[in-house]
Structures are given as structure tokens and as C-alpha cells.
């Protein structure tokens, strides 16, 4: 399986290229040259397989350049910090289910991806001889998913900026808890786009970002896209009968469009999916693309900060990827979008009724005051406490309910990692665990530095790790 540029204008790269690089070269996104496709009697035999049995499955559909045995070994460890059935489901009635994608070390669904991506990458980086010094800007949830994927790697240094003084309790914990000669988190004196425009910055050095193997494991990253894909069919076949050709929904609270991309990729694979809903809070870019076809990103000032802090985006990274197949696979009509974005917005509401006839997309937006009353209604009707993205989307899965047609909601985070919504929403304050209180107590590692590109080149090229030239 090759890679492709959605703008059509680089070489063709293999799995393990593609996951080394950002962008490619042209400015768009590696994509599948085409789709792998999954029958019905391959879906079944599937059923029995256990979590990493059937990651090592899919993924392989993809990752053709890595020998199966060492795909398997990888996903295995990749997996071990999870609970055996690694995505468990659960009903919370009115015909939803949750998908617990939340049961990694950092309590948000990125560890699934995330935990792969360390693996592979470390794989492909002694395989080549190299080291990658992972450089990345965090306002919580990415950043320590990506340390904690990360760290323990020979190979890999991540040195992670986030604004000081606006992470919440817990976040800070979670990250600067880590005691490891390759984290480095660097709280940078600003706002979350001070530390996203020093990345820029920095990667835009081409000379300073060779010399130094600075890399990015974002969500536009071809490998976190795969790893997520598995989750869509292992929860398809625990919510449908054997033999029974169900169709059933999927609801995914989102912001850079990373998580229902490998739920529309799961579709276009032949995964019964009947719709695919996206849901936003105050941020609803998405939501306004998909209700009239006309893309608008907002600017930093126009970006509210919500009680869902991680789905508060700008733009959407991974929208690329969609526009790519509604085209029909023409790069050359991708190209024109992102021509015409430059005057701020593009434009396909003349193809908007395909989204949900062809696609399956449909959306919605919840605000803060949906997101409490909908945490207060499911603590009520079923005792269980939903953190508030996974509320978002719980709130817009209610209007796309179907009767006969099981609706299926991402549990994007836990609610530990929020409480204070909790607290507004029900009153309730929730205990941490054993080991998570260890965590909140535990000594902080953190360098603290201005918002100034040269102090942080300066940094980085002190403690990167080096190319051993042999
Ligand atoms: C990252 C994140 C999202 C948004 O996912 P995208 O892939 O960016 O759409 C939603 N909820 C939580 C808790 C997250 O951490």
C-alpha cells in the first residue's frame, strides 16, 4: 500500500515514510492510494479476534511494508496498559451506547492512537538508524498522551510547550509528573497559539529542523489515522449479532476532524456504518460545513474557550482528507479548495446533499449549557458520569436517534479529567484513584521560558538528541 499527497504533487511513499513525515512536500496530506476493502466474511472471522488480534488486522491493511509478526509485537505492547478488553461499551438507554475509548494512561481516547504511534515510530527509527525529536504545542490532551506514548523511547526526546498557568490541575499533573531525561516540558510565558506559532516557527527553519530531526506527531499523523480505525469495527462487532448484516451509527465529539476521519475511512472500507455524526460545541466550524457546504475557519480571536476544551479549534486539520474522496480523488480540484481558503472560506454546498446521502455525515452543536444538562440527565437516568466532550456528543447523538438503528457515542475522555464541570453539572465531586492522587502529588518537571523563538532554538539544540553518524 502506497501514500499519496492530497494535492497531488509528491512521490508516492511507503507506510513507514509517511509516518516520518508531516505534510507532504506539496503542502497536502498522505492519504491511501486506495482504500483497503473488508467484506462481510472477513468481518465475521473477525469477530472472535481479541483487541490487538484485530488492530493487528486492520492496521496491517495499511502498514504493508511492516512484517506482521512485528506489527502484532508492537500492538501487543501497545496495548498492555489498557484493561483486557481495551475499548469496552455500555449502554446508557435511549438506544445509546458509549465506546470507552478512554481507558489508557492519560484517561482521553488519544492514548489508543497515540500508543501505536510510539511504537512504530521507535521501530522505524532503529530500523533506520535515526532519532526524532518530537516538537509540540498542547493546551492538555495531546501533549500527554504523547509523553506518556513516548517516553521510556531511546530514540525519541518530545519536548512539549503549553501555556503556563492554563492547563488545569490534573493536566499539569499529568504531564510534568514524568521523571524522564527525554520530556521536557517547556511552559512558555502566553496563550496556547504563543506555543502553536513557536512550532511554526521552529519547523519552519528547515536548516534548524534538519539538523536537529525535529518531527511532529500531530493529528493529521497517518499512523494515529489507522490505529483509529480499529476501534470503529472491534465496537461494530460488539454491538451486532453474529451473522446479522446490523447497521448501526457512530457519534464523535470533535475538533480537528482526526476521529470521524477513521470512522469515515471504516465506511468507505465496507463497515456498515449508517451515519457518521459529527458533533462540535461553540467551535462549530464543522458543524456550519456540514450543514451548508461552505468551510470558514475562525481566527484565534473568533476561538471561544469552552468547558470542552478539546475540541476548541480554529480549523480542522484532517478536513483535507474528506474533501479529498467528496472530489472524487482530484487533486487538482483540492488544490483549487485551499486556493480559494486563502480568501477565507471555500465553498461545495452545491455537493452538500451528498455528505449525508453518499457519506453518511451528518452534524450538530452542543454548548455549555447542553453539555450540564446532558451529564445531568444521563447521571439521572443511569447513574453513570460522562465527561463533558463525550456529553456533546450524547447531546447531538439524541437528535439523530433512529428507531431499530443502535447509536454508538466515542467516550473521548473520563470525567476525573474535568471535574470542575462535574461539580457545575451535578454537584458531585468525583475521587480519583489511588494512583492518580500519587500523581497529583508527585514532584513537577518543568522548565519555565519567555515567549521567544531564540530561547526555545537555543534550548532544544542543548538537550536534543544527536544522530549517531556511523
Ligand atoms: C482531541 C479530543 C477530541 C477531538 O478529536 P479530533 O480527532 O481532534 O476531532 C475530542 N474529545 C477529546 C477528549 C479530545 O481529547
Not at 512550532?199 to 499512523?223: M, P, T, W, Y
Request: net charge negative; charged share 20%.
Amino acid at each position: 500500500m502506497n501514500y499519496i499527497s492530497t494535492r497531488g504533487g509528491a512521490e508516492p511513499l511507503t507506510f513507514s515514510e509517511a509516518l516520518l513525515e508531516g505534510l507532504a512536500p506539496d503542502g497536502g496530506l498522505a492519504v491511501p492510494a486506495a482504500l483497503p476493502e473488508v467484506d462481510g466474511e472477513t468481518l465475521e472471522r473477525w469477530r472472535a479476534l481479541t483487541y490487538p488480534q484485530l488492530a493487528t488486522e486492520v492496521i496491517g491493511l495499511f502498514a504493508t511494508d511492516i512484517p506482521r509478526e512485528d506489527l502484532a509485537r508492537m500492538v501487543a505492547a501497545a496495548y498492555e496498559p489498557f484493561p483486557a478488553e481495551v475499548v469496552p461499551l455500555r449502554r446508557i438507554g435511549e438506544g445509546i451506547e458509549l465506546v470507552g475509548l478512554s481507558e489508557g494512561p492519560t484517561l482521553a481516547f488519544k492514548d489508543l492512537a497515540m500508543q501505536f504511534l510510539g511504537q512504530v515510530l521507535e521501530y522505524t527509527l532503529e530500523r533506520r538508524g535515526a532519532v526524532l525529536n518530537v516538537l509540540g504545542a498542547t493546551s492538555g490532551d495531546t501533549g500527554s498522551a504523547a509523553e506518556h506514548a513516548l517516553r521510556g523511547k531511546e530514540r525519541i526526546a518530545v519536548f512539549m510547550l503549553s501555556p503556563q498557568g492554563r492547563m488545569s490541575a490534573f493536566q499539569r499533573a499529568q504531564m510534568f509528573s514524568l521523571n524522564d531525561p527525554h520530556i521536557h516540558n517547556i511552559a512558555i510565558d502566553g496563550v496556547f497559539d504563543d506555543c502553536q506559532n513557536l512550532v511554526k516557527q521552529l519547523a519552519g527553519d528547515l536548516q534548524f529542523k534538519r539538523e536537529h530531526s525535529l518531527g511532529a506527531v500531530n493529528s493529521i499523523n497517518l499512523a494515529r489515522i489507522t490505529a483509529q480505525v480499529v476501534y470503529y469495527f472491534w465496537a461494530w462487532l460488539r454491538a451486532t449479532d453474529a451473522g446479522g448484516w446490523t447497521e448501526l451509527s457512530f457519534t464523535v465529539p470533535s475538533g480537528n476532524f482526526g476521529n470521524i476521519l477513521s470512522g469515515f475511512y471504516a465506511r468507505q472500507m465496507g463497515l456498515p456504518i449508517r451515519r457518521l455524526v459529527l458533533a462540535t460545541n461553540e467551535n462549530n466550524v464543522l458543524d456550519e460545513f456540514f450543514r451548508t457546504g461552505i468551510y470558514r475557519p475562525r481566527g484565534a480571536a473568533e476561538t471561544l474557550a469552552t468547558s470542552s476544551p478539546s475540541m476548541d479549534i480554529s480549523k480542522a486539520s484532517n478536513l483535507e482528507r474528506f474533501i479529498f474522496e467528496l472530489a472524487g480523488r482530484d487533486a487538482a480540484r483540492v488544490l483549487a479548495a485551499w486556493r480559494e481558503l486563502e480568501g477565507g472560506s471555500f465553498d461545495f454546498s452545491s455537493e452538500q446533499p451528498r455528505f449525508a446521502e453518499e457519506f453518511g455525515l451528518v452534524s450538530g452543536t452542543s454548548t455549555h449549557a447542553d453539555r450540564l444538562a446532558t451529564i445531568r440527565s444521563v447521571h439521572e437516568a443511569s447513574g453513570d458520569i460522562i465527561d463533558p466532550h463525550t456529553a456533546d456528543g450524547v447531546k447531538v447523538a439524541r437528535e439523530y436517534v433512529e428507531p431499530g438503528v443502535p447509536m454508538l457515542v466515542l467516550e473521548t475522555a473520563k470525567p476525573q479529567k474535568f471535574a470542575e464541570t462535574i461539580r457545575e453539572a451535578i454537584g458531585v465531586d468525583l475521587e480519583l484513584s489511588p494512583e492518580l492522587g500519587e500523581m497529583m502529588a508527585a514532584p513537577q518537571h518543568v522548565v519555565e521560558m519567555a515567549n521567544d523563538a531564540r530561547a526555545l532554538q537555543d534550548y532544544i539544540a542543548s538537550s536534543a538528541l544527536r544522530q549517531v553518524v556511523q
